[in-house]
């Protein structure tokens, strides 16, 4: 079954903590974005991926951080400096067309 | 720069109602256009997608017509069920460069029995 798969479902963050959510598809596809989703908003871009080992930032990058190392996985680490992280985050892939994976919801403790 | 406007919700129907679902976008050159709908604690899932003018795309009951002339892309559904709840977004690839997604804000569509 080719898919995106997001984990963990739920993350909680302390204060003054990183957190690493993960992205992981099986599309076989070059492309990979994550979303940051608002109640009662719209999607916004984090960062994205064309291709393995490079990645550009986004509409809101200030505060997050993404590697691309292997061409099926884009993980997205909420760092310190993100003072307001509580929201939905999507992870998708694709070209023309993106895919989207069921996503994590973050919370801060 | 490119945008895509939906109307606002939420909508209310009752089963088995018409629906239809205004998007307008803004956009220089030829985008393709998509609705996608995402179901509550979920990701966003297509529905359908329009590559070029006067393309219908269509899926589980819902179409849409991408209209070049009025720059539009209306979701339609001829008889909504309890589970077609849900918010629907409309959105737009400007296969420009690294096809930059360009997504409305959502409408939440309620189906009551």
């Known amino acids: 079954d080719g898919g995106i798969t997001q984990s963990p479902k739920y993350l909680f963050r302390k204060e003054g903590q990183n957190v690493t959510l993960s992205c992981e598809q099986n599309?076989?596809?070059?492309?990979m974005y994550w979303y940051r989703q608002d109640p009662g908003q719209g999607l916004r871009l984090i960062y994205y991926?064309?291709?393995?080992?490079?990645?550009q930032k986004g509409d809101i990058a200030e505060g997050y951080s993404v590697s691309r190392e292997k061409k099926e996985s884009f993980p997205l680490t909420v760092t310190s400096a993100q003072k307001n992280p509580t929201a939905f985050y999507l992870c998708?892939?694709?070209?023309?067309?993106?895919?989207f994976g069921p996503g994590t919801r973050l919370l801060v403790l | 720069g490119d945008s895509v406007t939906q109307m606002e919700g939420p909508v209310t129907l009752s089963e088995e109602a018409f629906l239809t679902i205004n998007c307008t976008y803004t956009?220089?050159?030829?985008?393709?256009l998509f609705w996608y709908v995402q179901y509550p604690g979920e990701g966003l899932q297509l529905l359908l997608k329009?590559?070029?003018?006067?393309d219908k795309g269509s899926n589980k009951g819902f179409e849409a017509t991408y209209r070049k002339e009025t720059t539009s892309f209306h979701l339609e559904k001829g008889s909504v069920q309890v589970s077609d709840s849900a918010v629907y977004f409309c959105?737009?690839?400007?296969?420009?460069?690294?096809?930059?997604?360009?997504f409305g804000t959502g409408t939440k569509l309620q189906v009551i029995p």
């Open positions: 998708a892939s694709g070209e023309e067309t993106q895919y």
């Open positions: 599309l076989n596809h070059d492309a």
């Open positions: 991926s064309q291709i393995v080992n490079d990645f």
């Open positions: 956009a220089t050159g030829y985008p393709s």
């Open positions: 329009a590559t070029k003018a006067d």
């Open positions: 959105a737009l690839s400007d296969r420009r460069g690294y096809q930059k997604v360009t």
